[in-house]
């Protein structure tokens, strides 16, 4: 039997209006959010830590080229420019979990893509995918500018990011239409990082898109567990979790490359990241 609108509207409103007082919550839903508050505590302190080795890798990426450790190709610069934008998408990722903002898992989303990118581009010894990446980028740039506004610099901006995308396909230009039309999850694939996409990518971007429209609709959750302050703290709290393991492994690829000899320190994170995580009180 369909039921009116208004009937399905107000049966809503009345599940959403009947409450179980604060002091009657299950004590369960309280240690839950205790824990969450405490596992973020310390995933914070390990991420300052992750953070200033962040600083001494990107301080060697800045010399690498000059001193002759990577060869300076494009291949090489894409890859560093990902794994760059990757580890500042965590620095922000972790001001806003400080903050326990939900925001949070924005990062998070933009540090997975930039990880899958570079594991998929990695893979080609030569430089076709890292052309048809930075084709990518001068494509996304272009479509800023041609919707950004009507002025004529705009116009001009979106032509020259255009002449640059069509100069990096030139050549490739069915590689380049079978990537536009592939998405991240079969490049994902391809890269052999199927669950980065599923138990990270996806993760990330439903908790960016509609789960928490619930708890702005009136009338608003109150209760423990339920509240937009609760569900931020909890996104926040996942959202740290996995970027901090995500930030490993994009230094450990960084340290490989620059020959840092820092797998042991990393691995030290990573014991540390999985002592934290199995706290249950």
Request: charged share 25%.
């Amino acid at each position: 039997m369909v039921r009116s609108w208004h009937s399905f509207k107000t049966q809503l409103a009345r599940a959403f209006t009947w409450r179980l007082p604060i002091r009657h919550m299950p004590k369960s839903e309280e240690g839950h959010l205790a824990l969450a508050k405490e596992k973020l505590r310390r995933f914070l302190i390990l991420a300052d830590e992750i953070l200033s080795l962040r600083q001494a890798v990107q301080h060697r990426l800045g010399e690498s080229f000059p001193s002759g450790t990577m060869q300076d190709t494009l291949r090489n610069r894409v890859l560093i420019g990902l794994n760059l934008k990757a580890l500042d998408a965590f620095e922000r990722l972790v001001v806003d979990a400080r903050d326990r903002r939900g925001e949070s898992s924005h990062h998070l989303k933009t540090m997975a893509e930039c990880f899958i990118y570079s594991h998929w581009a990695s893979r080609d010894l030569g430089e076709q995918r890292a052309r048809i990446l930075y084709a990518e980028g001068c494509r996304s740039r272009a479509v800023y500018h041609e919707n950004c506004s009507d002025s004529a610099e705009d116009a001009e901006h979106a032509v020259a990011w255009r002449e640059l995308q069509r100069g990096q396909i030139s050549g490739i230009e069915s590689d380049w239409s079978a990537f536009r039309d592939a998405g991240l999850q079969q490049l994902a694939s391809q890269a052999q990082l199927e669950d980065h996409y599923h138990k990270v990518y996806r993760l990330a971007c439903e908790a960016a898109h509609m789960g928490d429209l619930m708890v702005y609709m009136p009338p608003q959750p109150q209760e423990a567990g339920l509240t937009l302050a609760d569900l931020s703290l909890l996104r926040a709290y996942v959202s740290l979790k996995f970027g901090v393991i995500l930030a490993c492994d994009l230094l450990n690829d960084a340290s490989d490359s620059l020959g840092m000899d820092a797998a042991g320190q990393i691995d030290g994170f990573r014991e540390r990241w999985r002592a934290v995580q199995s706290l249950t009180s």
